[in-house]
């Protein structure tokens, strides 16, 4: 079988693409192999379009299979499930770059298959993945305008890496994943520890410039190994109906968006669309291009506003912010809570303080960790005044709730300081536009008035673009409407010190580095406006917790003393557990997290523990129990497996001829430890310990 292969040095790592050997029933088949990480991806495009089919049915799923690692999964059934979360952020990563370079009524259904058939623990796969499904499509008889180029870029030690493995991203205070082709930028996604716009500007030209020998190599796969593009039906609008909706529904449009509500605005379209309707398909047109081609009417007008008149639809200039309202401590008996609205989107942030017992394990390709920041995002469907079935968080609330975190992870206080599991969920009462940067500011507000002492605070602000031409126009606060008919979605969070979070969606097939800057620079201005509407709020985080949320004592034991704390199979901890209600989690370098929302319960925890694990002293009074009777004394338990003698002239201040008369096996009271010999006997007093009291 011929080699059908190409190779290009790619940072570390020698980049491989091969096709011809495996999945030939594909329309499109890529092994993409980096270091000792193999992805397979695979393109499959439908010969038929569905009848009443009006979207493009791209579907893109990305697997990470267990196997790759060497591993079997955990859980009941030893399989595969449901996608895990880095699964579905990673089928995002490849559907949102690739979706705007396929040809315009192109409505035949594709999907996108991306598998990690092997992973070397060093690695990220999904960029991998990303080029794979670039490649694949070139490769394939499917349309598209590719090739697309991928790369993460890590800044360590203030300097940039190209495609850095897990080990230098622990170290990286900015990481950029850059999606890229002859165009320009295509799609961003980032995460950092406050760095200034200039510095992340040039993180992505650095990228830019790493991506241009993987798209050549890609041009040259094609060249070699592609396939003639097959020819698809484009459903595009009948340019006579265009022409008729123009005539009859511009005029009406034009007052339309001269309404400053969304709902007028919607329920005037809506009685439009039936009115049109009823004119028009008397003409023999159908009902859905009627629908669609008053769709393309409306972006044409939206977008002319907007590039020519200067006008965007609720009045406001470009870089003018919707009326932000800010408030917090607004449920009684949650830990934290806030209520951010900005225009006509509005996000309810809840955070609640939870122990050591409630982080979050995760079972990935790189091994398994624990998770003890969360932040979740929901989108119900009152939220738009729509209705449809509940169900559980689909990709696009994954993907929001991820942004959101990252975001937020700059400033979240470190777990020494902080022992805390803390999870915040972002409810979206109301939308019209970034509602994951509005969860930015509500999770922000919650975590201070949780008291959570995070470092600043943390602002997002979404914009849009409209390029006509040689026009082109930034939109800061972008609403709903905007993001829908305009060509780019790029939201950008951070603090007064610098950026924690980028994401950019573009809907054309490219901007220039010049016009993100402009961006950037744009941002960062409405980044500050927003900060101070929050800050009037609330300034800082509250000095003290909620009294709902549980209090953690964090103790310190020798290492030596974990064991003996455990106790056989768990007993001794257990036994504590039982007994106080505390939850009480220990770590390898004896540290111990004692948690409780009773103050009461956490300290007769600590005291138990304390009661184990610290040396007996001499002069020290505990509280024993009485296990053994002998002629000459007894036998007392002062902690688990520690115990001492109570010599019969040590019972009482008075004669005691028998023992038994004094006391009996069960019962508990004060001793003082009166001294330890050489052999390390523990020798007690009762009566001392009364005298003491």
Known sequence: MQNKSLKIKFGKNDLILETGRIAKQANGSVTVTYGATVILVTACMSKDIREGQDFFPLTVEYQEKTY??????????????????????????????????????????????????????????????????SAALSISDIPFKGPL?????????????????????????????????????????????????????????????????????????????????????????????????????????????????KEEREEAVDLLTKELESQLTTEGFLAADICAGLHEVEKKQVRKMIADENIRIDGRSFKEIRPISCEVSVLPRTHGSSLFTRGQTQSLAVTTLGTGEDEQLIEALDGERKKSFMLHYNFPSFSVGETRAIRGPGRREIGHGALAEKALLAVMPPKEKFPYTIRVV?????????????????ATLSLMDAGVPIKEAVGGVALG???????????????????????????????????????????????????????????????????????SALNSPREELSSFAPRIDVLKINTEKIGELIGPGGKTIKAIIAATGASIDIKDDGTVLVGSTDAGKSDAAIKMIRAITDDVEVGRVYFGKVKRIMPFGVFVEIAPRKEGLV?????????????????????????????????????????QAEQSS
Do not use: W
């Open 68 to 133: 790759a690692a060497g591993r079997i999964p955990g859980g009941f059934f030893k399989r595969e499930g449901r996608p895990s979360e880095n699964e579905i952020l990673g089928s995002r990563l490849i559907d949102r770059p690739i979706r705007p370079l396929f040809p315009e009524g192109f409505l035949n259904e594709v999907q996108v298959m991306a598998m990690v058939l092997s992973s070397d623990g060093e690695n990220d796969p999904n960029i991998l993945a990303l080029i794979g499904a």
């Open 149 to 261: 180029a991928s790369c993460r870029v890590a800044r360590v030690d203030n300097e940039f890496i190209l495609n850095p493995t897990y080990a230098e991203l622990e170290n990286a205070d900015l990481e950029v994943v850059v999606a890229g082709n002859s165009n320009g930028v295509v799609m961003l996604e980032s995460k950092a520890k406050e760095v200034s716009e200039e510095v992340y500007l040039e993180a992505v030209k650095f990228g830019m410039e790493s991506l241009k020998p993987i798209l050549s190599m890609q041009e040259e796969f094609c060249r070699l190994y592609g396939a003639e593009k097959a020819k698809v039906e484009l459903k595009l609008i009948d340019p006579a109906l265009m022409q008729k909706i123009e005539s009859l529904a511009q005029e009406k449009l034009n007052k339309v968006y001269k309404l400053s509500k």
């Open 426 to 442: 972002s409810e979206i009462l109301e939308s019209n536009g970034s509602s994951s940067m509005a969860s930015v500011c509500a």
């Open 465 to 535: 673009l409209v390029k006509e031409g040689s026009k082109t126009a930034i939109l800061t606060d972008i609403a709903g409407l905007e993001d829908h008919f305009g060509d780019m979605d790029f939201k950008v969070a951070g603090t007064r010190q610098g950026v924690t979070a980028v994401q950019l969606d573009l809907k054309i097939d490219g901007i220039s580095l010049e016009l993100l800057k402009d961006c950037l620079a744009q941002s960062k201005e409405s980044r500050f406006f927003i900060l101070d509407k929050m800050s």
């Open 647 to 687: 010599h019969v002239s040590e019972l009482s201040s008075t004669f005691v001829k028998k023992v038994e008369d004094v006391v009996k096996v069960g019962d508990e009271f004060k001793v003082k430890v009166i001294g330890i010999d050489e052999l390390g006997r523990i020798n007690l007093s009762k009566k």
